[in-house]
């Protein structure tokens, strides 16, 4: 089955600084990723999907990442504000069974410091 | 903005009880699904649901769950008799459509926890 690896530790950056989290993944390669941002007790929000036949993907402050040979993605927060501290998640799609249900990474919690 | 919500915020039960936890999807969407959250843990699919009835299910929804879409707008999650692991966040999602670039939208969640 398909694994996800997300960083547990969490990361820890200054104000302005870009913040650079990673997803990995084993087997065979989503068509589609996802990345989630959570709050504490609430449900995941979503941010962006990348396509497989995507290298990038960029919405305001965010860039995603997707580099099917290394079965990764990165998801980077350019200028970071304490506002973006959360936990974010990566979900993958399946492709064999084309499935909708998302599978989750473990998430990383991103705290920004003022 | 349209969202999801859900309700009760806070479920308390005693093990071996029934409960039933709601959700409001957003209106013109036709997808359903339900995941949970252990404690400290990653978000896990359960099910999904469209055209009143379910299209996928996991390993975890076994016989002791099941859902349903009583009316046009509500949709829920039944638990016939509550175990200790079932504690856990329950997050409802809608989807406007069934490819799997339609975005999921979570509600906010129920906090289930079985004494």
């Known amino acids: 089955s398909q694994k996800i690896e997300q960083n547990s530790e969490a990361l820890n950056i200054q104000e302005g600084k870009t913040a650079t989290l990673t997803c990995n993944y084993t087997?065979?390669?989503?068509?589609?990723l996802q990345w989630y941002r959570q709050d504490p007790g609430r449900g995941p929000v979503f941010l962006l999907l990348i396509r497989e036949n995507e290298k990038e993907k960029r919405k305001e402050r965010l860039k995603v990442t997707f580099d099917t040979t290394l079965k990764q993605s990165l998801f980077h927060i350019t200028a970071s504000q304490p506002a973006d501290s959360a936990t974010y998640l990566c979900a993958l799609d399946t492709v064999d069974t084309g499935r909708r249900a998302l599978t989750f990474g473990s998430g990383t919690r991103l705290q920004v410091q003022p | 903005e349209p969202e999801v919500t859900q309700t009760p915020s806070h479920q308390v039960t005693q093990m071996g009880q029934e409960v039933i936890l709601r959700c409001v999807p957003i209106?013109?969407?036709?997808?359903f699904y339900w995941y949970r959250q252990i404690l400290g843990q990653k978000v896990e699919f359960l099910v999904s649901?469209?055209?009143?009835?379910?299209?996928?299910k996991s390993e975890i929804f076994d016989d002791q769950f099941s859902v349903e879409r009583p009316d046009g707008s509500n949709f829920t999650l039944k638990i016939r008799s509550t175990k200790l692991e079932d504690s856990a966040m329950y997050f409802c999602?809608?989807?406007?459509?069934?490819?799997?670039?339609?975005?999921?939208?979570f509600g906010p969640g129920t906090r289930l926890t079985v004494l």
């Open positions: 087997n065979y390669s989503p068509a589609y």
């Open positions: 209106s013109n969407h036709l997808y």
């Open positions: 999602a809608s989807s406007e459509g069934g490819h799997r670039t339609d975005t999921q939208y």
């Open positions: 649901f469209y055209n009143n009835e379910i299209s996928e």
